[in-house]
């Protein structure tokens, strides 16, 4: 998969106020993938999107895959400071191998 | 149903030394990746493998890194004669299907060369 553009790579937040994150492709994309990381952890697979403009949600997180397949976004409704962590999205290429990029990494305040 | 297994989770290695790091797939996946991460950075892709063959391994350095999955036991990184520029955090995944299907993570091995 090619990497996915995410900007900014650091975000902080209040805690209860709500966080959105987008990420960019300059090319149609297949798929895409988030994926959580806390401090110290290891990746965790939150969820995949493949239907152009595809929404999905688990509890206060909220995906979404745009109609052209080039962009994705994750909101969080009213964040908690278990939300802390970096959150990549990643395309699953051929082989299912993932291409990184560096996340943002969110902070809550508490 | 256990998940990915990597052994051990912390490795130090004095320059020079050999790091062989284990990782055992989920129960039914026969599809494992490892990757690396330095700090503050994304995961980098090394190398895939399917039971004793390797797929795709565009991601390994040419020199002193070496993988196997062998037809019993965990698959290996093995990494010879090791440089402090090669600590970082491994971590391996494994996938059940050919495609784009989910990865699941171990927990990692942090690689300290002193």
């Known amino acids: 998969g090619q990497q996915v553009m995410q900007i900014p790579q650091y975000q902080h937040v209040q805690e209860g106020e709500d966080f959105t994150t987008y990420c960019n492709s300059s090319t149609t994309l297949s798929n895409i993938q988030w994926y959580k990381q806390r401090p110290g952890g290891h990746p965790v697979f939150l969820i995949q999107?493949?239907?152009?403009?595809e929404v999905k949600k688990q509890k206060r997180l909220t995906f979404q895959f745009g109609e052209a397949k080039k962009n994705s976004s994750l909101h969080i409704t009213a964040t908690q400071t278990t939300d802390v962590g970096t959150y990549f999205c990643?395309?699953?290429?051929?082989?299912?191998?993932?291409?990184f990029g560096k996340g943002i990494t969110l902070s809550v305040r508490p | 149903n256990a998940g990915v297994m990597q052994n051990p989770r912390h490795l130090v290695r004095r320059r020079g030394q050999e790091a062989r790091l284990r990782c055992s797939p989920m129960k039914g996946h026969s599809h494992v990746y490892w990757y690396r991460q330095l700090p503050e950075e994304g995961l980098k892709f090394m190398v895939y493998l399917q039971k004793e063959n390797i797929i795709d391994e565009s991601g390994m350095p040419k020199e002193r890194f070496s993988a196997e999955f062998p037809k019993e036991g965990p698959s290996i990184l093995r990494i010879q004669q090791v440089v402090r520029g090669d600590s970082a955090a491994y971590f391996c995944a494994s996938s059940p299907a050919w495609g784009d299907s989910e990865a699941f993570f171990g927990q990692g091995t942090r690689l300290t060369v002193v």
């Open positions: 990643v395309e699953a290429g051929a082989n299912s191998k993932l291409t």
């Open positions: 999107l493949v239907k152009s403009g």
